[in-house]
């Protein structure tokens, strides 16, 4: 009991006593932290996986009846995320075969379920109650879908744990990153991870070029390729005390260019 109570309270002894991973300063802080929203700005090959899989595992273990969802892009990512999560589980030695247990999803005899999904918002929606949400790879994950999953939070006062390289200045991972909002932001990038040799990333800054090595290893949000404008430039050429030229019909419901019934769009306007 002491015990449970102690690695309930200290995740970083949890990694370090119970599965033998020794934490980076940074996933020590993330592991620790008492926010309720986190966003990792992360380059890769930074631990940003293992971090996420032990997260869940500690939230499963030591909150029963907790519902925890793995969001990724792909199948494929689901199932690599996941089986980190069932790799760690194995060192616990729980001692008692798990309630449910398949390629995405597992249930511990204390009610927490682990549930890993492809970003699909059609596998989302019929989750409620949610204790935490991890999305991995957040700036290939549709922004609609994260619109989907953030209801799920509000009655539970769940977690929400955003991770991501950076993939253009597009997105709900690019907006939030600099939006003006109450998340915890954490940016590792490679030359923060004793791992990557300097040797190795100067390769990969000849191999890839600037525009990819600076998103994959620098943290950097790059304009995307296909851009005639970089976004910059965009922001910085609108003015808020313009008046439009066809003042539309009830100016209250205008956003992003979507217009009620009884509007006027006047990019429609010859």
Not at 118 to 139: H, Q, Y
Request: a negative charge; aromatic letters at 10%; charged letters at 25%.
């Amino acid at each position: 009991m002491y015990e449970n109570l102690y690695y309930r309270l200290d995740p970083v002894s949890f990694a370090t006593d119970k599965l033998g991973i020794v934490p980076d300063p940074w996933q020590a802080e993330v592991m620790s932290s008492q926010s309720k929203r986190i966003l990792l700005n992360c380059s890769r090959q930074t631990g940003k996986s293992t971090t996420s899989a032990i997260i869940a595992l500690h939230q499963a273990l030591y909150h029963p009846d907790s519902l925890v969802l793995l969001v990724s892009p792909a199948l494929r990512q689901s199932q690599e995320l996941f089986k980190k999560v069932q790799f760690f589980l194995k060192k616990v030695n729980l001692g008692s075969k798990l309630q449910e247990d398949n390629k995405l999803s597992m249930q511990l005899d204390n009610g927490s379920r682990i549930v890993s999904l492809p970003a699909a918002e059609g596998t989302i929606r019929g989750f409620s109650s949610v204790s935490l949400i991890i999305e991995d790879e957040a700036s290939r994950v549709s922004d609609d879908l994260y619109r989907a999953t953030k209801p799920m939070l509000a009655v539970s006062n769940g977690r929400h744990m955003i991770m991501s390289t950076p993939y253009g200045k597009r997105g709900h991972f690019f907006e939030e990153w600099f939006g003006e909002n109450d998340w915890t932001r954490i940016e590792i990038p490679a030359t923060a991870c004793t791992r990557i040799s300097p040797d190795f990333l100067e390769a990969e800054r000849r191999s890839l070029g600037e525009w990819w090595y600076k998103q994959e290893y620098c943290c950097q949000f790059m304009d995307t390729v296909d851009s005639l404008f970089s976004y910059d430039t965009i922001i910085s050429a609108m003015d808020p005390t313009i008046e439009p030229l066809f003042p539309v019909a009830n100016s209250t419901h205008y956003e992003r260019g979507s217009f009620a019934s009884d509007e006027v769009n006047p990019l429609v306007i010859l």
